[in-house]
């Protein structure tokens, strides 16, 4: 994740991400709708959210739910310290069960941090999310690295990452979007 | 919350690979049989209910400048005005309480680090309270939606 992105997109995608950050409008036409705020046509709309679809820049395009209305309320993020030249294989053994929604590493922040190595679980009942995170130790033999878990509890705000704030590209200030 | 019939196949089937086609929701509706307006209305009303938070991109962290996860440690009496002053933040999108001492978790999506700096310097001002940086390294797996 070291390598900058920002050479692969440019002012106009980022100002079509500000344009839908807050969702795609429902209605019949929505790219066409899109395009006309930022003066660009439909086609333009669907080729550049194809390219950066393809690119990976736009990691998924659909649905985003908010969880804990359906009932995920449930949602850990555990927490663990590996050394850092094994932190590929187990992640590895991590990411191989089904419930584990994410998983990434993190720089740790010493003293008061010591943990690199984090992944989310969600699901609507504590017991079983304990049963699932002992389970994942246990198989993944991670029972010998220092660990914890911390369950969510409010959630005081959930959006997506926002693109219509000004946002610098290649040195460059640009306009918000909407 | 319950879901229909319909609504739990637009839910199942369309968290990715949504139409990048002229009319999305028709194709969505021939896919199901239904009729393109049935789609809409089913999706504003999911979304009116809160559980659709947005048809729309999932992008990669550090796309457009500079982004990470942030903790705090807050005593539990100043907890929901900390989180008050860290949710008011622009780039901030996701912001939880958490059971650790380290309490207070969000993420900051700024367009350079110079403005990620910026902001946690705003909200230590603001608070009182010292913030921890941790940006992501590598991420390894990311859930394309939830199986409902």
Redesign the interface.
Known sequence: ??T???LQ?DQRD?RL?GA?????P???????RVGKQLQMS?EEV?AR??R??TA????????????R????HA?A?VVWDIPDEE??SV??K??AHDF????????R?AP??KF?LY?MI?GRKRAVVEAQINDLKKSAGLDIYPS????????????????S?????NGGLYEQAS | ?E?SAIEKK??NG?????P???????QIADELGIL?SDV?AS??S??Q?????????????????A?S?V?M?VLPEHLENV??V??VQ???????????S?NL???V?A??EI?LEQVLSRIEQKTGYDT???????????????A?
């Open positions: 994740m070291k900058p992105l920002n997109i980022i991400l839908i950050e807050d969702g795609l429902l209605c019949e036409s929505p790219y066409s439909e669907i959210l194809s950066m679809q990976g820049i736009i990691r998924r395009f659909g649905l985003v739910l908010q969880h209305q359906l009932g995920f949602n993020m932190v590929d992640a590895q991590i990411i584990v929604t994410l998983c990434y590493c993190r720089a922040h008061v941090w690199n992944c969600h914890k878990t911390l369950f969510s509890r409010r959630r005081f705000k959930q959006t997506g990452a926002r693109f704030i000004p946002v610098k590209v | 919350m879901l637009l839910v369309w968290q990715q690979g949504f990048l086609s002229p009319r999305p929701y028709a393109e809409i999706l504003a999911l979304k209910r809160g559980i659709l938070s947005r048809v729309g991109a999932v992008v990669r962290p550090n796309t457009a400048g982004s996860l903790a440690s989180a008050q860290v949710s622009p780039q901030v999108n996701h912001n939880y309480e958490r059971e650790n380290l978790w969000f993420v999506t367009s350079s403005e921890i940086k941790l940006p992501l390294e590598k991420a390894f797996h990311i859930n394309l939606g939830f409902i």
